[in-house]
């Protein structure tokens, strides 16, 4: 009796925590879940401009992505904008954060001038920046020419053409990761600095047992928002080099498109998506499972 | 209990939102039902053959490519081809670039509703064919003349969009490559400037002797279409890189590799061009603001150059190796399959009224296109044109050089890689021989498929 008496509330308790999350799994479901369901049947078929019907070929579409030597590429570029965007636009935006809390004259002018880039939208962005690496009467080499360097071809070069976009994007991401350290700043209590200071703790100390921990949980959000972004960040490619030359500024989401809306291969776009999907996956599981349990939240 | 209120007040928000959603989508059809007497343009209701007598509308998708308010300009002739056919009515669509129509048009096809007509690439006739997506156009032309009515249209653009003897598509905004010069920079090197290289041997020569501090001789763009860039130096060499079928390409051959050397070369060996990618977009504003003494570029610069420049300048054949050459580019108008005759009837009629000889003259001038028309350029309107600006007339001599533009079975795939080819050499990652041998390797394999 008591048992079932306590199951049944627990069925009710239940069933108001679905009825609540009910709205946002609609959404899930319809445009989230079912379109992956549908990339991940579509993967295992033959559905290109050569099959006018779609035909089940297993695992041949992630075969001869195995052997695309293009794949690779975009993958290994992919890892390494990562690596160029992520830890660097966090760092950048934690002291652009420390200094815009700390400044007392201008402040409006400084968190506007640090935001600004987070509102123009990514494709005049591509424009602007398109203008500034050109070669010949561009900015950088404007500027680069006064001390006599003849700037190089940014993005016509395939070994720099990476870095001029993963500057350009570190540019574009620090102000916005610095809207949520400014955040996680003021909610850290004053109390703590005042102790510290009448305790005669060093600055740096200061900043490595106090500021840096309890920012923790904003690191934590703040990282996952810049390395999803790394995989989602394509439109400048549009604009700025169509992930030339030689494929040397090639992203992974710019490649689905590629191929999905140029090459019309639909199979291998979709098994290209699955396989962004599982990387993603991962890393957030790594983060979530990893870091998450080493952080101090309040 | 606050919380518990809060969540009841949530919960009845998001049902009365669901309630909302549902019933407006239940609604809808209806409504359209009611309302499609009154207000016809907004449903259009493809599936129903109408019987005869009344009005017929056609949904036409076009891409903007070129500078200027060319929006206008279509819905414009529009609607002067609505006055002429009060029984039709064609409601044009911007659908953004050529590849963002094409990207539309799929995916309107494979949502059963095709438009009935669109604007796209000429190169897209195969997969185009392949999606099984449009309508042969010869038993329209037949009643029109014929032959006789092709006939009027220069080949060389009719070309990309004929195909196992049928005619898939009508040309309708084109261009060529042609070689923009600064004249006064000719003077100031000691050249003639009324007298354009006209040999590659010369070109090089010329690209060297121009070629000073701050200033280039010459910029060939190669971060779009280069694969069109490198049919110029083709097809001055040889043949052209594809079979008329789109089954096969020629990319290895020893022409081929001998044009790739000197494209490379102008920039590595006589260091007349900047090395690397040089920028699609920023190669005309470039040759504008006086840093290139010449430039390749497509006649679609024409009208851009023309407003813009503040010197001088010279628009002239490209240079020829064995023979001149150039391929052609622009887009054409397509039918889809799947319409009603009725609807086929209107469409042609529209085709047949936007390529008249007068039209496509006044297109051509407000544009800077290429009018694909022989008799588009007897018309008075053409003629006064031309004397005032004689440059116009280049790309039109240049067209009994003209060749079809690279265009095969599975398009995309195939001009990718071979763009990625040239890349590689431009950049100095990979010779000649090497990177045109393992394009066609490539090549083959994508083409694999459509040998069978």
Redo the contacts between chains.
């Keep these: 009796m008591k048992m079932a008496a306590r199951r049944r509330r627990a069925w009710k308790m239940n069933a108001f925590a679905w009825l609540l999350l009910l709205p946002s799994l609609i959404f899930l479901l319809v445009f989230t879940l079912y379109p992956v369901a549908g990339a991940l049947k579509l993967s295992l078929f033959q559905a290109d401009l050569g099959t006018p019907q779609p035909s089940f070929i297993g695992l041949d579409n992630y075969k001869s992505m195995a052997e695309d030597s293009v794949f690779w590429k975009v993958v290994n570029n992919n890892i390494w904008f990562a690596i160029g965007t992520v830890p660097t636009s966090i760092l950048l935006s934690l002291l652009m954060a420390m200094f815009a809390n700390k400044v007392m004259r201008a402040r409006g002018l400084v968190r506007t001038a640090f935001f600004y880039p987070t509102v123009v939208p990514m494709i005049a962005i591509g424009n602007i920046w398109l203008f500034i690496y050109t070669p010949e009467y561009g900015m950088v080499s404007r500027f680069l020419e006064t001390f006599g360097i003849k700037g190089p071809n940014w993005l016509g070069t395939p070994d720099l053409v990476m870095w001029a976009m993963i500057i350009m994007i570190v540019w574009k991401e620090a102000g916005y990761f610095m809207l949520f350290y400014l955040a996680g700043l003021q909610n850290i209590s004053e109390e703590l600095y005042e102790s510290a200071r009448v305790d005669g703790v060093p600055a740096w100390r200061v900043f490595w047992r106090i500021t840096f921990p309890l920012l923790m949980p904003t690191t934590l959000f703040v990282s996952i928002i810049a390395l999803t972004n790394s995989f989602k960040l394509v439109d400048h490619l549009w604009i700025m080099t169509k992930g030339g030359p030689e494929n040397a500024s090639n992203l992974l989401l710019f490649y689905i498109y590629e191929t999905a809306f140029s090459f019309w291969d639909q199979g291998m776009a979709s098994a290209l998506t699955t396989v962004m999907i599982i990387l993603l996956l991962v890393l957030a599981a790594i983060q979530f499972f990893g870091f998450d349990r080493r952080i101090h939240y309040r | 209990m606050r919380s518990m209120m809060k969540?009841l007040i949530?919960?009845c928000a998001?049902a009365m939102?669901?309630v909302g959603c549902s019933g407006n989508g239940g609604a809808k059809p209806s409504e359209s039902n009611a309302g499609s007497n009154g207000t016809a343009t907004q449903t259009p209701a493809k599936e129903t053959d109408k019987p005869a007598g009344e009005k017929v509308e056609l949904s036409f998708y076009y891409p903007v490519a070129v500078g200027g308010p060319i929006t206008e300009v279509i819905e414009n002739m529009a609607k002067d081809f609505m006055a002429e056919n009060p029984d039709i009515t064609v409601k044009p669509v911007y659908t953004g670039s050529y590849?963002d129509t094409?990207?539309k048009a799929?995916a309107a096809i494979q949502g059963k509703t095709p438009p009935d007509l669109a604007v796209l690439l000429s190169t897209e006739l195969?997969?185009l064919l392949?999606?099984?997506a449009i309508e042969p156009l010869d038993e329209l032309i037949a009643v029109d003349g014929g032959d006789e009515y092709l006939k009027d249209f220069y080949p060389a653009f009719l070309a990309n969009g004929q195909t196992d003897g049928k005619t898939w598509s009508i040309p309708f905004q084109r261009s060529t490559i042609v070689l923009f010069y600064n004249k006064e920079m000719f003077k100031a090197a000691g050249l003639d400037p009324e007298k354009a290289p006209a040999t590659w041997e010369e070109l090089a020569d010329y690209a060297k002797k121009l070629t000073k501090d701050?200033q280039w001789g010459l910029e060939i763009p190669?971060?779009?279409f280069l694969y069109w860039m490198f049919q110029t130096f083709a097809l001055q060499s040889g043949d052209n890189i594809m079979t008329q079928d789109g089954k096969k390409v020629f990319f290895d051959t020893p022409e081929n590799v001998q044009s790739m050397q000197f494209w490379r070369d102008l920039a590595a060996v006589h260091k007349a061009m900047?090395?690397?990618?040089?920028?699609w977009?920023?190669v005309p504003s470039?040759f504008i603001?006086g840093?290139t003494a010449m430039m390749y570029h497509t006649t679609g610069n024409l009208t851009n150059v023309k407003n813009n420049a503040k010197f001088d300048f010279g628009v002239a054949m490209l240079p020829k190796n064995k023979q001149y050459g150039t391929p052609t580019g622009g887009g054409n108008f397509y039918m889809f399959k799947g319409i009603s005759e009725a609807k086929k009837q209107a469409a042609w009629k529209f085709i047949k009224f936007m390529t008249e000889s007068e039209r496509i003259a006044q297109w051509s001038i407000d544009t800077g296109y290429v009018a694909p028309r022989i008799s588009a350029y007897e018309t008075d309107k053409m003629k006064s044109y031309v004397q005032e600006f004689p440059a116009a007339l280049v790309a039109r001599d240049q067209l009994q050089y003209a060749s079809a533009e690279l265009s095969t079975?599975?398009n995309?795939?195939v001009s990718?890689i071979f763009?990625?080819a040239i890349?590689?050499v431009?950049?100095g990652?990979s010779d000649s021989a090497t990177a045109l041998k393992k394009a066609q390797e490539e090549a083959d394999k994508a083409l694999a498929?459509?040998n069978k």
């Design positions: 969540a949530v919960i998001c939102f669901v590849a094409m990207v799929q195969f997969t392949d999606m099984d701050g190669s971060t779009g900047p090395e690397g990618a040089i920028e977009g920023t470039d603001e840093k079975h599975n995309g795939k990718k763009s990625d890349q590689s431009l950049t990652s498929p459509f």
